[in-house]
C-alpha cells in the first residue's frame, strides 16, 4: 500500500484489546497544530455517546485529536457511556499535552455493553508515543469491524500554485443507509479554510457520496464524517473559485469511499449503481432509486445473477411516485429488458446475465415521464454470507 501523509497529520492504531480477536481496535489522528473542523452525524433519534459529546465540542469549530475504537459502539450505555466517552478523549489530552476540548471520540461495534475505558487509559500512553505521519494505515485497520478491507485514499489539488492534500479514512460494511454521514469516516487536509466553509462543503459531498449508498437499509446510531482542515501546505481558500476546486477533490475522496463501503457491504459480490432518469423531479427520481436499491427481493435477485426485471418494477411501483408504468424501461448496463412495461424476450434476458455476473454494473430505470429528474444510488447484492454475519455478530 502507498504511503499516505498530509502535512502536519500524524495517525496511530494499536489493539488495546477491546475487540475478542486480539486485532488492533485503538486508533488515533492528530494535528500539529488545532485545526478548522466541521462534521456531520447520524440522524438516527439513538445516538452514541460519542456522536453527543461530538456534536456539541466540534461547535468551537476547532478539533487537534480524534481517539476511535472498534468492538464497542459505547451506545446505549446511559451515563457511563458518556463518562466512558469524556474519559477516552482526556486520556488523549493528558497524554498529547493538549486542551480536552479539542479532542473528539468516536465508537463502533456491538451496541448495549459498556466500553471498557480503562484498557483505553492503558493504551494510550503508547499510543500517543506511536503516532506517525505515515500511521494513516494503522489508524484504518484499528477502526475495522465487518469490513474486509481498510479504505483509506489520498488526493491533491492545487490552488494558486500552491498545493494541498485530502485524505480521507472511512469503516462500514453493515448497518449502511447514511442520513448525513455513515458509520465512521475522518478527513484530514492541509488546506487553510475556515469552519463555515468545511462545513458547507462537507455536508455538500456527504450527499453526494455517503447519503447515496446503502448496504442493508440500516442506519446507525454512531454514523460520523469529521473534516480537519490545518492550513500548513500554504494552500488557503479565499475565493468561491478556491472553494470549488477544494469541493472537488473533497467529492472524489468521499465517493470513492462511499463506493468502497457499498463495494464492501457484508457478504457482498457485486456493487450496483441504481439510476433513475425521466422522473418528474430530482427528488422523485431519488424515492424510486432507494426503493429498489434496498428491496430484499432485488438485492437477492443479484446475488443469484438472475435477471428478475420484474422485481425493480414492483419496487419502483411502491416507492410512491407518480409515473406510468407502460412508458418504463430498465436496462441493465446496455442492455434492454424492458421496453415500455413489457419484457424484451429470451435473446435479452442472457445478455442481462452476462451482465449480472461482472463484479459491478449499473441498472437504469427511465420513467419516460416527460421530466428531468434524475438520481442514482450505488447498492449491493444481499447473500447468504450476509445473514451469517449478522447473526453471528455478537458471538
Known amino acids: 500500500m502507498e504511503k499516505i501523509t498530509c502535512k502536519g497529520f500524524k495517525a496511530?492504531?494499536?489493539?488495546?484489546?477491546?475487540k475478542k480477536n486480539g486485532n488492533k481496535d485503538l486508533g488515533l489522528i492528530f494535528s500539529e497544530i488545532p485545526a478548522n473542523a466541521a462534521a456531520v452525524f447520524t440522524q438516527n433519534r439513538v445516538q452514541a455517546a460519542?456522536?453527543?459529546l461530538d456534536k456539541?465540542?466540534?461547535?468551537?469549530?476547532k478539533c487537534q485529536a480524534v481517539i476511535a475504537n472498534s468492538g464497542n459502539a459505547n451506545c446505549c450505555a446511559g451515563n457511563q457511556g458518556m463518562q466512558a466517552a469524556l474519559a477516552m478523549t482526556g486520556y488523549v489530552a493528558e497524554n498529547a499535552n493538549i486542551s480536552e476540548k479539542l479532542v473528539l471520540a468516536a465508537s463502533t461495534g456491538v451496541i448495549g455493553e459498556p466500553l471498557p475505558a480503562e484498557k483505553v487509559k492503558a493504551a494510550a500512553?503508547?499510543?500517543?508515543k506511536s503516532l506517525s505521519s505515515e500511521g494513516f494505515s494503522d489508524f484504518a485497520q484499528a477502526i475495522m469491524t465487518t469490513d474486509t478491507f481498510p479504505k483509506l485514499i489520498s488526493r491533491q489539488g492545487h490552488l494558486e500554485g500552491k498545493s494541498f492534500t485530502v485524505v480521507g479514512i472511512a469503516k462500514g460494511s453493515g448497518m449502511i443507509c447514511p442520513n448525513m454521514a455513515t458509520m465512521l469516516c475522518f478527513v484530514c487536509s492541509d488546506i487553510g479554510a475556515s469552519a463555515d466553509v468545511l462545513q458547507k462543503a462537507l455536508s455538500?459531498?456527504?450527499?453526494?457520496?455517503?447519503?447515496?449508498?446503502?448496504?442493508?437499509?440500516?442506519?446507525?446510531?454512531?454514523?460520523m464524517i469529521l473534516l480537519m482542515a490545518n492550513a500548513l501546505s500554504g494552500a488557503e481558500i479565499k475565493t468561491s473559485e478556491h472553494e470549488r476546486a477544494f469541493q472537488n477533490v473533497l467529492d472524489h475522496v468521499l465517493l470513492t469511499l462511499a463506493k468502497m463501503v457499498a463495494k464492501d457491504g457484508e457478504g457482498?459480490?457485486?456493487?450496483?449503481?441504481?439510476i433513475v432518469k425521466g422522473a418528474a423531479s430530482d427528488k422523485d427520481a431519488r424515492k424510486v432509486a432507494d426503493t429498489v436499491a434496498n428491496s430484499n427481493l432485488v438485492k437477492t435477485a443479484f446475488f443469484g445473477e438472475d435477471a428478475n426485471w420484474g422485481r425493480i418494477f414492483a419496487?419502483?411501483?411502491r416507492a410512491g411516485v407518480d409515473f406510468d408504468p407502460d412508458k418504463t424501461d430498465i436496462f441493465f448496463n446496455d442492455v434492454m429488458m424492458a421496453k415500455d412495461g413489457m419484457g424484451c424476450g429470451k435473446a435479452a434476458e442472457a445478455e442481462a446475465t452476462k451482465v449480472l455476473k461482472l463484479p459491478e454494473f449499473a441498472i437504469t430505470v427511465d420513467l419516460?415521464?416527460?421530466?428531468?429528474?434524475?438520481?442514482?444510488?450505488?447498492?449491493?447484492?444481499?447473500?447468504?454470507?450476509?445473514?451469517?454475519?449478522?447473526?453471528d455478530y455478537r458471538s
Open 12 to 18: 496511530a492504531g494499536t489493539a488495546a484489546n477491546i
Open 50 to 52: 460519542p456522536v453527543l
Open 56 to 61: 456539541a465540542r466540534i461547535q468551537s469549530g
Open 125 to 128: 500512553p503508547g499510543l500517543v
Open 204 to 223: 455538500a459531498a456527504a450527499d453526494r457520496s455517503f447519503n447515496r449508498i446503502t448496504v442493508d437499509g440500516d442506519t446507525s446510531t454512531n454514523d
Open 268 to 274: 457482498a459480490t457485486k456493487l450496483v449503481e441504481i
Open 315 to 317: 419496487a419502483a411501483g
Open 368 to 391: 419516460k415521464t416527460g421530466g428531468t429528474g434524475e438520481a442514482s444510488v450505488f447498492t449491493c447484492d444481499f447473500s447468504v454470507e450476509y445473514v451469517r454475519i449478522n447473526a
